[in-house]
């Protein structure tokens, strides 16, 4: 039989390195805050219990579905869009006003992925996929890039 786990078990661990890993907790059983080697990072959560900040990085979402729609860590930014059945549709990530990396989705009305297109350092590829009657992918392609 197994002993029970208990939170105060979780509180410190030390091994062959040197070392302690903490973790605070919240009223509701949260990690509050995580530490390893006396620093620590602290974790946030909106009214519903969904992360929206860990350290100094934070998340946005939207109000309606909880979905991650951005975060935030000094100048870097990341935005997802989601189609109507939360699938990612696209991801942005930005220092400022400057685009580093992006990527768009197109779906078929199966939910297959048909076409993805990606930006990255000002150079855009585009793949097309393409499916057979059964759904199975049958064909990927590479077809150009611009920049």
Do not use: W
């Not at 990612?88 to 989705?105: C, P």
Request: glycine content about 12%; hydrophobic content about 35%; charged content about 15%.
């Amino acid at each position: 039989m197994c002993a029970p786990l208990r939170l105060a078990d979780l509180q410190s661990v030390t091994g062959p390195v040197p070392g302690a890993l903490t973790t605070a907790y919240d009223n509701f059983f949260r990690a509050s805050q995580i530490g390893v080697n006396g620093s620590s990072i602290a974790y946030a959560y909106d009214a519903d219990g969904l992360l929206t900040g860990a350290g100094n990085m934070t998340l946005t979402r939207d109000p309606g579905n909880g979905l991650v729609t951005g975060t935030a860590l000094g100048q870097i930014a990341t935005s997802q869009s989601y189609d109507s059945f939360g699938r990612v549709s696209g991801f942005t990530a930005s220092q400022g006003a400057t685009v580093l990396f992006d990527e768009q989705y197109q779906r078929d009305n199966a939910g297959n992925l048909t076409k993805k297109t990606v930006t990255l350092n000002g150079q855009t590829s585009v793949y097309d996929y393409a499916y057979d009657s059964a759904g199975r992918l049958a064909a990927a392609a590479f077809c150009h890039r611009t920049g």
